[in-house]
């Protein structure tokens, strides 16, 4: 049973706040790409006011949404409010591309104490990165970076971090990024699958989205359809007979099969299990480089965060909800998660999902702990528990058949809304990081 008297006095440990959605790059994996919507920059007053309101009560400040942080022109000044209202071992820090973290501007920012940044980093190779990333300039990310990387050395900054998206056209490189970042001072690399915010991205991902638990207990039925194959392909005798008499004898027992497989409270999506087994292959590689970076890492110092590549149906969690954090849109919506923030499509488990921006109030007519209070409180009281209370439509047959409560974030089939029942996030395949 929860316990509802910590439910009852909630109030978040980390905000995450997008103070700008611009951004001066053009990445191929971004949703920027892939939307049209009105940039806009939170007013410094607008920041200040939810600075005085809620700071004093938090632990940590993340400054970043979707949008490159220092597009903001105030940026600096917001650093500066920021550690002005946080507890004084309050923690700051941000994720960039990098581009416009100029030593000057750096050495302004890092005067106000921040713990922790974020670069944006897909590989060393840098004809590739700008393929990946439209916008970028070698010269001046290098020059920041190594700068960066001095601050670091010196004890400036408490923690220099990557962020990385791996897909099909990089995923390999992932070892010789590690090499290069350990030039540079870089104390962790966070590493992420590509989110399929249009159908052009499907051929990069590297993931499947049928639990490990699923998969693994499938295996008895996909290994017998291929001894069928093989029999009907290559007995030397009378294929037609044969093939049909080890069909009948083969088949007698696949029902029970299944039913072991149900009873252990496992649903198996059954398209998607026999498409994973066409590309088990990849999978078998995505992990021998997974397991190659592993062992670089370790060797070189450095931690290393990576995804999963089948969800785990028993680590599933709500990261936001795990880490007490909330997010602030840039017009002062509070979402429950950066994938509540703007609407957005999302192509996952073979079809188009709609998901609709969230927000449970607005800190410029409401404050925090009335949003938290509010509505915000049964959708963390179900998340709390969210294997029990939340499907996980990866495994459902239905969610690769049009069904109604997997084309929109609306509702699940347990009648929760909003529905987190296809959140790549909960099952570690894409990263959040706060």
């Given at each position: 049973?929860?316990?509802?008297?910590?439910?009852?006095?909630?109030?978040?440990?980390?905000?995450?706040?997008?103070?700008?959605?611009?951004?001066?790059?053009?990445?191929k994996?971004?949703?920027?790409?892939?939307?049209?919507?009105?940039?806009?920059?939170?007013?410094?007053?607008?920041?200040?006011?939810?600075?005085?309101?809620?700071?004093?009560k938090?632990?940590?400040?993340?400054?970043y949404?979707?949008?490159?942080?220092?597009?903001?022109?105030?940026?600096?000044?917001?650093?500066?409010?920021?550690?002005?209202?946080?507890?004084?071992?309050g923690?700051?820090?941000?994720?960039?591309?990098?581009?416009?973290?100029?030593?000057?501007?750096?050495?302004?920012?890092?005067?106000n104490?921040?713990?922790?940044?974020?670069?944006?980093?897909?590989?060393?190779?840098?004809?590739?990165?700008?393929?990946?990333?439209?916008?970028?300039?070698?010269?001046?990310?290098?020059?920041?970076?190594?700068?960066?990387s001095?601050?670091?050395?010196?004890?400036?900054?408490?923690?220099?971090?990557?962020?990385?998206?791996?897909?099909?056209?990089?995923?390999?490189?992932?070892?010789?990024?590690?090499?290069?970042?350990?030039?540079?001072?870089?104390?962790?690399?966070?590493?992420s699958?590509?989110?399929?915010?249009?159908?052009?991205?499907?051929p990069?991902?590297?993931?499947?989205?049928?639990?490990?638990?699923?998969?693994?207990?499938?295996?008895?039925?996909?290994?017998?359809?291929?001894?069928?194959?093989?029999?009907?392909?290559?007995?030397?005798?009378?294929?037609?007979?044969?093939?049909?008499?080890?069909?009948?004898?083969?088949?007698?027992?696949?029902?029970?099969?299944?039913?072991?497989?149900?009873?252990r409270?496992?649903?198996?999506?059954?398209p998607?299990?026999?498409?994973?087994?066409?590309?088990?292959?990849?999978?078998?590689?995505?992990?021998?480089?997974?397991?190659?970076?592993?062992?670089?890492?370790?060797?070189?110092?450095?931690?290393?965060?990576?995804?999963?590549?089948?969800?785990?149906?028993?680590?599933?969690?709500?990261?936001?909800?795990?880490?007490?954090?909330?997010?602030?849109?840039?017009?002062?919506?509070?979402?429950?998660?950066?994938?509540?923030?703007?609407?957005?499509?999302?192509?996952?488990?073979?079809?188009?999902?709609?998901?609709?921006?969230?927000t449970?109030?607005?800190?410029?007519?409401?404050?925090?702990?009335?949003?938290?209070?509010?509505?915000?409180?049964?959708?963390?009281?179900?998340?709390?528990?969210?294997?029990?209370?939340?499907?996980?439509?990866?495994?459902?047959?239905?969610?690769?058949?049009?069904?109604?409560?997997?084309?929109?974030?609306?509702?699940?089939?347990?009648?929760?809304?909003?529905?987190?029942?296809?959140?790549?996030?909960?099952?570690?395949?894409?990263?959040?990081?706060?």
């Open positions: 049973m929860l316990n509802s008297e910590k439910s009852i006095h909630f109030y978040p440990e980390i905000i995450q706040i997008e103070i700008t959605t611009l951004c001066n790059f053009n990445c994996m971004c949703l920027r790409s892939f939307q049209k919507d009105t940039y806009q920059n939170m007013p410094l007053e607008q920041f200040e006011a939810l600075a005085k309101q809620i700071f004093p938090i632990k940590k400040v993340v400054l949404g979707h949008g490159e942080p220092l597009m903001h022109p105030d940026f600096e000044k917001i650093v500066k409010i920021t550690r002005k209202y946080l507890p004084k071992d923690k700051i820090d941000f994720t960039t591309n990098g581009s416009l973290l100029t030593p000057s501007k750096l050495d302004q920012i890092l005067k104490n921040i713990n922790r940044i974020v670069v944006s980093f897909d590989t060393s190779n840098f004809m590739k990165l700008k393929e990946i990333r439209a916008g970028i300039q070698e010269d001046r990310i290098v020059t920041n970076f190594h700068y960066l001095t601050q670091r050395k010196e004890g400036k900054l408490d923690e220099l971090a990557i962020e990385t998206v791996i897909m099909r056209s990089n995923f390999h490189d992932l070892p010789y990024l590690i090499e290069y970042c350990s030039e540079f001072n870089v104390d962790t690399i966070y590493v699958h590509v989110l399929a915010f249009d159908e052009s991205l499907l990069e991902t590297l993931y499947f989205t049928i639990s490990k638990e699923s998969w693994e207990n499938s295996q008895e039925i996909v290994k017998k359809g291929w001894e069928l194959f093989e029999k009907a392909m290559f007995d030397p005798v009378d294929s037609y007979a044969v093939s049909r008499d080890t069909l009948v004898n083969a088949t007698k027992n696949v029902n029970t099969i299944w039913e072991r497989i149900r009873e409270g496992i649903e198996n999506n059954h998607l299990i026999f498409e994973a087994s066409k590309k088990i292959d990849q999978a078998n590689e995505t992990e021998r480089v997974f397991n190659k970076a592993k062992t670089l890492a370790q060797k070189l110092g450095i931690k290393l965060e990576l995804p999963e590549i089948f969800p785990i149906l028993r680590k599933r969690e709500c990261p936001y909800i795990n880490q007490k954090a909330i997010i602030v849109r840039v017009d002062g919506g509070v979402a429950p998660c950066y994938n509540f923030l703007h609407n957005h499509k999302v192509y996952v488990n073979n079809h188009e999902r709609d998901v609709k921006e969230i449970f109030g607005n800190l410029q007519n409401e404050s925090l702990e009335k949003i938290v209070q509010g509505p915000y409180h049964n959708f963390r009281k179900i998340l709390l528990d969210i294997s029990k209370n939340v499907p996980w439509s990866g495994d459902c047959l239905y969610s690769t058949q049009n069904c109604f409560f997997v084309t929109n974030n609306d509702f699940d089939c347990y009648g929760n809304h909003p529905a987190c029942n296809e959140c790549l996030y909960s099952v570690g395949l894409v990263r959040c990081i706060f």
